[in-house]
C-alpha cells in the first residue's frame, strides 16, 4: 500500500530559528496537505497543495508540492513558542474517488524560548 | 469552526469489555472517518464511512466495528477491548472530493477520544 515517511521525527530549535521538514511517498499523490496537532486536541488544517510544484504560503508557512508529485516540505520561518506542536503531511493518490488520505508518521517541534 | 464532537473525551475500560465511541457532525459532510494515533505511528485509519449505511475499512480495523445510521452519526466499536487498543482515537470529516472549492478536500478533527483499557 501507499506509503509516507516524514522527516524528521522530532525537532528542538531555539525561537527565532528557521524549521523545514518534508514527506516522501512511494507513489504519486494528486494532492498533499499539511496539518498541525496541538496537545490534546485534533490536527487542523495548515496548508492545502493540489498542483505539482505549487508553492503555498500561509503567514511564517511556506510549503511545496514536489515536482515528481512523491514529495512536499513545510517551511516555518522565525519560529516562535506557540509553533510548538506535532506536524502531519498528509496526501491523496489517484485510487478512486473515497477522498481518503494518508498520513505520516509527524515531527514533533518544540521550540525553545 | 467546524461542527464535529467526539465522546467521550476520555474513557477506561476493563479488557473484554464493549466499547462504542461517537462521532457526531451538524455540516452535512458526505465522508466520515476513525483514526487511531498511537506514538511513532501517527494516524492510521481504522473505518471510514461515505454515506449512511456505507462503510469501509481502513488499515486497521480488526477487533473494530462501525456504524451510520444517519449522515450526522459515526460509530466506532470495540467488541471486546484490549490492551492494545489502548490510543487516542480521532474523527475526522470531509465534503465530497470533486464538489466545492479545492480547499474543503482536507479533513475537519474532532478534539480526540483518549481510550485506556485496563
Known amino acids: 500500500g501507499q506509503q509516507l515517511n516524514q522527516s524528521p521525527q522530532s525537532m528542538f530549535i531555539q525561537e527565532g530559528e528557521d524549521v523545514s521538514m518534508n514527506c516522501t511517498s512511494s507513489s504519486i499523490f494528486n494532492t498533499w496537505l499539511w496539518y498541525k496537532q496541538d496537545p490534546g486536541e485534533g490536527p487542523v488544517l495548515l496548508i492545502a497543495l493540489y498542483k505539482a510544484g505549487e508553492l503555498t504560503s500561509n503567514g511564517r508557512l511556506t510549503a511545496q508540492f514536489g515536482i515528481t508529485r512523491k514529495d512536499s516540505f513545510l517551511n516555518i520561518s522565525a519560529s516562535i513558542p506557540s509553533d510548538v506542536g506535532i506536524y502531519f503531511c498528509?496526501?491523496?493518490?489517484?485510487?478512486?474517488?473515497?477522498?481518503?488520505?494518508?498520513f505520516g508518521q509527524g515531527t514533533t517541534l518544540q521550540v525553545k524560548p | 469552526d467546524a461542527g464535529i464532537t467526539q465522546s467521550p473525551r476520555h474513557k477506561v475500560t476493563e479488557t473484554g469489555t464493549p466499547v462504542t465511541l461517537r462521532c457526531h457532525q451538524t455540516e452535512n459532510h458526505r465522508y466520515m472517518y476513525w483514526y487511531r494515533q498511537d506514538p511513532g505511528h501517527g494516524l492510521r485509519l481504522i473505518h471510514y464511512?461515505?454515506?449512511?449505511?456505507?462503510?469501509d475499512k481502513g488499515e486497521v480495523s480488526d477487533g473494530y466495528s462501525v456504524s451510520r445510521s444517519k449522515t450526522e452519526d459515526f460509530l466506532l466499536t470495540l467488541e471486546s477491548a484490549t490492551s492494545s487498543q489502548t490510543s487516542v482515537y480521532f474523527c475526522a470529516i470531509s465534503m465530497t472530493p470533486g464538489q466545492g472549492p479545492q480547499t474543503n478536500y482536507g479533513y475537519t478533527f474532532g478534539s480526540g477520544t483518549r481510550l485506556t483499557v485496563v
Open positions: 464511512s461515505y454515506g449512511v449505511k456505507d462503510t
Open positions: 498528509a496526501g491523496r493518490g489517484f485510487s478512486g474517488n473515497t477522498g481518503k488520505l494518508i
